[in-house]
């Protein structure tokens, strides 16, 4: 080993992802994995058949850097079709390798070192990474009470003259929690008033519960030239492992991302781009059942976890449940649980802590996910009762 630390420091104000470690605990141990969200069952058949097609045609060598041409296209025609944003497929939309590299693009586009976002917490672990390697500061505001709520002037004060942007994901990972419009208004403003972006993570927007419709930020008022949004196919289509992800922003602010994914990635792979244009072509007939089969698979998991003891809130969108664990009796904090959970009744969640900069936070809760097959929840269910 070099004398010299070899490992820049950039590295050390985070670790590897707590959900993947999870995930590995659960194999070690023979656990159901409630803790990854990604479908154990099969995407669907047009959708493979698709992906299939695409290589046979010879769809295999490097699509242009920003984005199968068709899958552009569909893009921005869904947009226009669900959401009545006009987007130039040309211009402005960037396909990636999933939202994470989308979300990676973004920062390193826009955050000089030293500038401060804002997030929200509990946040998904990804923005952690994000902000250290772009060196962004990130100022946290906490979501409370049941229904993950925050206070108007707490947001408020996390804005001033370094703000450069502000995270939002809606549907929430891990809350569930869906902003509602009156929310989207308070952010937009303040994001027009310190004159700073919007980076949107809306993975999860065809997976929204009892009636709720999504609400792009970029669809309100002079958001559009401030919103750079994000999004993907691998929540939407069960394809977490295709890595097909896309970012959408106006002109100049599209071309900065486009520079950064050409060197970070060149270009999300060419057979499942041509596969997602195929998908998001074809979807309308299909996320009424996407949504109608997670809100299903929400109703079992809260019922097994409710029986089982845990405190949780019914989530409005994304396939999460933060549950609180305090009425089991369990002594000792989320990563203590976690791993007891996992050894003693064989089902696996992610400890709450991963989700908050503070972890005393996050200390009461653990995170299940219920993407996962019915036969599944039902195996996890039984385990948890013997709890
Ligand atoms: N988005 C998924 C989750 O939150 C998977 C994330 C991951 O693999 N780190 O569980």
Redesign the pocket.
Known sequence: MPRRSPVASRTSVFSE?V??EM?RLAFQHGAINL????PDFPAPDFVKRAAVEAIEADVNQYAITWGDPRLRAAIAAKSRRHYGLELDPEREVTVTCGATEAMMAAMLAFVEPGDEVVVFEPF???YVPDAAMSGAVLRFVTLRGPDFAFDPDELRAAFGPRTKAIIVNSPN??SGKVFDRAELRQIAALCQEFDCLCFTDE?YEHILFDGRAHVPMATLPGMEERTVAIGGL??TFSV?GWRIGYVLAPPPLSEAVRKVHDFLTVGAPAPLQRAAAVAIERGDGYYPELRAMYEGKRDRLLVALREAGFACHKPAGAY?VMAAFDGLGFDGDDTAFALHLIERAGVAP?PGSSFYRDAEAGARFVRF?FSKSDATLSEAARRLAAL
């Not at 803790?35 to 990604?38: E, H, K, T, V």
């Open positions: 992802s959900i993947r995930t803790a990854q969200g990604f998904y672990e990804n990972n891990p993975i691998s929540k977490t999460y992610v996910t």
